[in-house]
């Protein structure tokens, strides 16, 4: 089974509930088994227009489903819970992206693995920090931790990330 991470991220409604929500829905895919979920984060937008603050978690899976058909399910999932796809960076109830599929490195029309932004949004680093610091990115050869750590002395106080449970 591959050792996958999501970042999950919420703006709309009840952002918790849905961040949660969806934490169950894939926890209850067919072939995949949920590991380990980070506390929920609260951050500040970094694109797109004017918005709701978002609750941000990550969480790690094992699962034997290819990742087109994991992004499929994730659309899916994204989908039933209200996500609505009308403005590139906009609000959003539920966004769920594969950050890690294992060491895979995959770049498809649909899907690119590593997720090609994770390492400049603290709001995916830091909970990807509290569940898998010592993960080391197939491309960049550096553990999850240390690069948090660069990103932070790079952005100083621009993305501002609150723990907001655990």
Same mark, same amino acid.
């Given at each position: 089974?591959?050792?996958?991470?999501?970042?999950?991220?919420?703006?709309?409604?009840?952002?918790?509930?849905?961040?949660?929500?969806?934490?169950?829905?894939?926890?209850?895919?067919?072939?995949?088994?949920?590991?380990?979920?980070?506390?929920?984060y609260?951050?500040?937008?970094?694109?797109?227009?004017?918005?709701?603050?978002?609750?941000?978690?990550?969480?790690?899976?094992?699962?034997?489903?290819?990742?087109?058909?994991?992004?499929?399910?994730?659309?899916?999932?994204? @989908?039933?819970? !209200?996500? *609505?796809?009308? $403005?590139?960076?906009?609000?959003r109830?539920? +966004?769920i992206?594969? =950050?890690?599929?294992?060491?895979?490195?995959?770049?498809?029309?649909?899907?690119?693995?590593?997720?090609?932004?994770?390492?400049?949004?603290?709001?995916?680093?830091?909970?990807?920090?509290?569940?898998?610091?010592?993960?080391?990115?197939?491309?960049?050869? @550096?553990?999850? !931790?240390? *690069?948090?750590? $660069?990103?932070?002395?790079?952005?100083?106080? +621009?993305?501002?990330? =609150?723990?907001?449970?655990?």
């Amino acid at each position: 089974m591959a050792r996958i991470f999501l970042s999950l991220g919420s703006n709309v409604g009840n952002r918790a509930e849905t961040v949660r929500k969806a934490v169950i829905a894939i926890s209850q895919l067919t072939r995949c088994v949920l590991i380990k979920e980070s506390p929920l984060y609260e951050t500040k937008p970094v694109a797109g227009p004017l918005q709701e603050d978002f609750l941000n978690q990550v969480i790690e899976i094992c699962c034997d489903v290819a990742p087109l058909s994991l992004l499929d399910s994730f659309q899916s999932i994204e @989908k039933s819970l !209200g996500r *609505l796809r009308a $403005e590139r960076f906009g609000p959003r109830a539920i +966004d769920i992206d594969i =950050l890690f599929y294992d060491n895979l490195i995959l770049h498809d029309t649909y899907l690119t693995v590593p997720h090609p932004r994770l390492t400049d949004r603290l709001f995916v680093l830091c909970p990807f920090s509290d569940i898998a610091h010592d993960f080391i990115h197939p491309v960049r050869k @550096k553990t999850i !931790g240390t *690069l948090m750590h $660069e990103l932070k002395e790079r952005v100083g106080g +621009d993305q501002k990330v =609150l723990r907001i449970e655990g």
